[in-house]
């Protein structure tokens, strides 16, 4: 079955930095790629996703690359803020209406 | 409020206790989808229905969990016998596939105790 890793786990920043966490997966039939970014004690929320027809997707101070060719993806924020501390959490499926196999998570601290 | 909601939010309960667990999706989305999270980890599928059929089960979903959706809306997930080891975050989110949009949509969870 499907294996997802990601990479750091943990990862601090300056405001006003980028942040890059990165993700890969083993089956090479996943072919949708989403990013859920959870809040302490919150639900998990879709900020971007990918499918494997695009290389590269933007959303604002988001993007997000796949490699499908390498098996990886790997998601960007640009000018990071306070209120983008969280846990991000990547995730593979072959579509996104079958269920999504996630990583371990990265813990986002972005210091004022 | 026209999300994914869930009941309980917070359940306590003794080891050896059954417990039940509800989901009700987004009204037009016809896949539901059952997750469990414990702290520091990623949500871990468990199970998922297309209207009231389930399509699939983990391997992590033992005989003493058994989910249901009988008319294709709201979803109970149940679990018999509990033991500490399943405490955790149950997560559930839905999707709508006729439309072709693929984003899953996660409740707030329920947070299982088990003492």
């Known amino acids: 079955g499907e294996n997802v890793e990601q990479h750091p786990s943990t990862l601090s920043v300056q405001e006003g930095d980028s942040a890059v966490i990165k993700c890969t997966y083993s089956d090479s039939a996943s072919n949708y790629f989403p990013w859920y970014k959870q809040e302490l004690g919150k639900r998990p929320q879709l900020i971007i996703d990918?499918?494997?027809?695009?290389g590269e997707k933007k959303d604002q101070r988001i993007a997000v690359t796949l490699n499908k060719t390498a098996k990886h993806f790997s998601l960007h924020i640009t000018e990071t803020q306070p209120e983008d501390s969280a846990v991000y959490f990547c995730?593979?499926?072959?579509?996104?209406?079958?269920?999504?196999?996630f990583g371990k998570g990265t813990r986002l601290s972005v210091i004022a | 409020d026209t999300g994914v909601s869930q009941n309980p939010r917070h359940k306590i309960t003794k080891r050896g206790q059954n417990v039940t667990f509800r989901c009700d999706p987004i009204s037009e989305h016809n896949r539901l989808y059952w997750y469990r999270q414990t702290l520091g980890q990623g949500p871990e599928f468990l199970t998922y229905?297309?209207?009231?059929?389930?399509?699939?089960k983990s391997r992590l979903l033992s005989d003493r969990f058994s989910a249901e959706r009988p008319k294709g809306s709201f979803s109970t997930l149940e679990i018999q016998r509990t033991e500490q080891g399943d405490s955790a975050m149950y997560l559930c989110?839905?999707?709508?596939?006729?439309?072709?949009?693929?984003?899953?949509?996660f409740g707030p969870g329920t947070r299982l105790t088990v003492l």
């Open positions: 229905f297309q209207n009231e059929a389930q399509l699939e």
């Open positions: 989110a839905s999707s709508s596939w006729d439309r072709g949009y693929n984003e899953q949509f």
């Open positions: 990918i499918r494997s027809n695009v």
């Open positions: 995730a593979a499926s072959d579509s996104g209406n079958t269920p999504l196999v």
